[in-house]
């Protein structure tokens, strides 16, 4: 079975972008809004979430916290342009695996969805 990621960004380009490099090694689902990420949980039920922090109605961090409420194993990796140090330690205490900054380089998006993923691997086994 090929592992999942939910790319969930407000930006189409970004989502196409990710979900094009992604797809040649996983499963990817897109979402263009916090609550198209909380909705495609259950049936989606990723391994992986590429968040992006600035979206309209609900931040990163709320989606984040309700990923985690759901399903603490699910690892996320938040995508922002903000380089607050605040919302970096509310997304840490929360349990986010990585930050990436936009602009991103796409082969790090790769290489840091593939560390997430062997980090919950022993998770998963349990």
């Not at 590429?50 to 309209?56: A, E, F, G, Q």
């Not at 609900?58 to 380089?83: H, N, Y």
Request: charged residues 25%.
């Amino acid at each position: 079975m090929r592992r999942r990621v939910l790319v969930v960004d407000d930006e189409e380009p970004v989502r196409y972008v990710l979900q094009d490099a992604l797809g040649e090694l996983y499963e990817v689902a897109i979402g263009d809004s916090g609550a198209a990420a909380l909705a495609r949980l259950d049936d989606f039920r990723p391994d992986v979430v590429l968040l992006d922090y600035n979206m309209p109605r609900m931040t990163g961090l709320e989606v984040l916290r309700a990923i985690k409420a759901r399903d603490p194993s699910i690892e996320v990796i938040m995508v922002t342009g903000t380089s607050d140090a605040q919302i970096a330690a509310t997304a840490v205490e929360l349990g986010v695996f990585a930050f990436l900054p936009k602009p991103f380089v796409v082969s790090r998006v790769v290489e840091l969805v593939g560390a997430a993923l062997a980090h919950r691997a022993p998770k998963a086994a349990c």
